[in-house]
């Protein structure tokens, strides 16, 4: 064979690395163009089986291993990965939903999911309702003809309700529609949605799984194989690929991530106990505490809680003394989302965001990161001054 000229030796080398080679990362595997070892090789690969490399955006090694690690968490067969947990929403509802369709969502819903039903109202021609979270198994009454797809979360991640997700379950299985989860909040390490009934799971991996603040990315569960391969249509479809580079990451946050979500537990309800005690706030919404709606649900379903909890503040304090509490903490970001290490803090109009809120007062959600339990709570003592 003619030697090849120092250009192409560039690009095409002799060399291949030894085998044999084992660590416990798993390895991060780039790739758009995947290569096929011959035609019949690249004719009998089907990317919907993954029983063979196809196109980077249909999966590497890497987002494969991601995917299976995922699904053995909440107790799946399948899992799919998203660009975020918005993505990954987005992804159910364009799976399972057509025009004329029906498509039910606490009262409670993540925003973004609310913004999405409502665009899904406005040019889609698919109705999105809303019910009170509480509702159990009271939800048949709201389930139509042309209802297909009943929405979860668990508990809501402002406002907190536990929903009886067993009664909802019940109730949408006998009349044929199926029931998503988000189950965020608990990780799939404190709840195990399956063994309560619904048909999807969504996770935020940007939260606890990743645990840095560094990454976005979201994942659906399944069990039935039929009803994985309607979500994973709409994957390609949607072209919703992720890095290797952050599912390598997710990846290594996995081993610590059950002591993480264990620590902001113990050091959440801490918290959570001391503001409870405190003349400025009248009510902390806390799905571990007795007076938290659902609570009775949570003691029966999950087996810890997280570091994600609200609270109210008495209703005579106005919007710009919280706000004024919010910029006093100096510990806690102002920021979305939960599950790093750093402490956050939000503030949240809640009665323009609930069709069915009653309580007064204003809602200012805490994220309990891994900081010294004592020093946060002395830096929210002399917020408290500022009010």
């Given at each position: 064979m003619k030697k090849k000229s120092p250009q192409t030796t560039l690009i095409h080398s002799d060399y291949a690395a030894p085998e044999g080679f084992a660590a416990y990362p798993t390895a991060i595997h780039h790739a758009s163009t995947v290569l096929f070892k011959d035609v019949a090789a690249m004719r009998s690969g089907e990317w919907k089986e993954k029983n063979a490399y196809t196109y980077g955006l249909h999966g590497t090694p890497t987002t494969f291993t991601l995917e299976a690690r995922l699904a053995e968490i909440e107790g799946g067969s399948y899992c799919l990965l998203a660009p975020s947990g918005l993505a990954a929403i987005a992804m159910v509802d364009f799976a399972l939903l057509k025009t004329g369709d029906d498509v039910l969502l606490p009262d409670n819903v993540y925003n973004p999911n609310r913004e999405l039903g409502n665009w899904l109202t406005r040019d889609f021609g698919i109705t999105a309702r809303y019910y009170n979270p509480l509702?159990?198994?009271?939800?048949?009454?709201?389930?139509?003809?042309?209802?297909?797809?009943?929405?979860?979360?668990?508990?809501?991640?402002?406002?907190?309700e536990v929903p009886d997700l067993p009664a909802i379950c019940k109730a949408a299985h006998e009349k044929g529609v199926l029931v998503a989860l988000d189950n965020t909040w608990s990780a799939g390490l404190a709840l195990r949605g399956f063994d309560h009934g619904v048909d999807i799971i969504m996770q935020a991996l940007t939260k606890y799984q990743s645990g840095g603040s560094d990454v976005l990315m979201g994942a659906l569960v399944t069990r039935d194989r039929a009803l994985n391969d309607r979500l994973a249509l709409a994957h390609m479809r949607l072209g919703m690929g992720v890095s290797p580079d952050d599912a390598y990451l997710v990846m290594r946050g996995l081993p610590s991530m059950k002591l993480r979500f264990d620590a902001h537990d113990a050091s959440a309800r801490q918290v959570a106990q001391w503001l409870k005690?405190?003349?400025?706030?009248?009510?902390?919404?806390?799905?571990?505490?007795?007076?938290?709606?659902?609570?009775?649900?949570?003691?029966?379903?999950?087996?810890?809680?997280?570091?994600?909890?609200?609270?109210?503040?008495?209703?005579?304090?106005t919007e710009a003394q919280t706000d004024r509490f919010v910029d006093a903490l100096t510990l806690f970001g102002l920021g979305y989302s939960w599950g790093g290490a750093n402490s956050l803090v939000m503030p949240y109009r809640i009665q323009g965001m609930r069709?069915?809120?009653?309580?007064?007062?204003?809602?200012?959600?805490?994220?309990?990161?891994?900081?010294?339990?004592?020093?946060?709570?002395?830096?929210?003592?002399?917020?408290?001054?500022?009010?």
């Open positions: 509702v159990g198994a009271a939800i048949a009454d709201l389930i139509q003809p042309n209802t297909k797809l009943i929405w979860t979360e668990a508990p809501g991640s402002v406002s907190m005690a405190r003349p400025e706030i009248s009510k902390v919404l806390h799905p571990a505490f007795e007076d938290c709606p659902g609570h009775d649900i949570w003691k029966r379903d999950f087996i810890g809680a997280g570091g994600l909890f609200s609270v109210l503040f008495d209703p005579k304090y069709q069915g809120w009653h309580d007064g007062g204003m809602l200012v959600r805490f994220n309990i990161g891994l900081e010294d339990t004592g020093d946060l709570i002395a830096d929210i003592e002399q917020a408290l001054a500022a009010l």
